[in-house]
């Protein structure tokens, strides 16, 4: 059983930067495949970013490649997210999710309350 917080978001303006964190307790980190997901009001949750537990892959939605990074530390039980030139698009709840699998999962089993980031123009 996997215990997820997340921490980090806030209200920033376009252009800025903002880094997410996950705290994981429950169990080590490191054999969960970890993962950022975000919804706006109104929208369906959408996938961020996943990370393997070996730390080999990492995965990205389209709309933030080369502006986010996943990342996760294994020895802080913890698992991150570097937002950079954030858009108003990207103004959400942002969710860290995690599941025991050996590929990018399709589910995930445990997930946190989520933090919300706001971008304002």
């Known amino acids: 059983q996997l215990h997820l917080v997340e921490s980090g978001g806030g209200l920033v303006q376009a252009g800025d930067s903002l880094r997410l964190s996950c705290e994981v307790s429950?169990?080590?980190?490191?054999?969960?495949?970890m993962g950022w997901f975000r919804q706006a009001p109104g929208k369906e949750r959408e996938f961020v970013a996943a990370i393997s537990w070996d730390i080999r892959r990492t995965h990205y939605a389209d709309s933030v490649k080369g502006r986010f990074t996943i990342s996760r530390d294994d020895a802080k039980n913890s698992v991150y997210l570097q937002m950079n030139d954030l858009k108003p698009v990207d103004t959400a709840t942002y969710y860290c999710?995690?599941?025991?699998?050996?590929?990018?999962?399709?589910?995930?089993?445990?997930w946190g309350q989520g933090t919300q980031v706001t971008v304002s123009s």
């Open positions: 999710a995690g599941t025991i699998s050996r590929e990018l999962p399709k589910e995930y089993d445990y």
């Open positions: 429950g169990r080590a980190v490191a054999y969960y495949f």
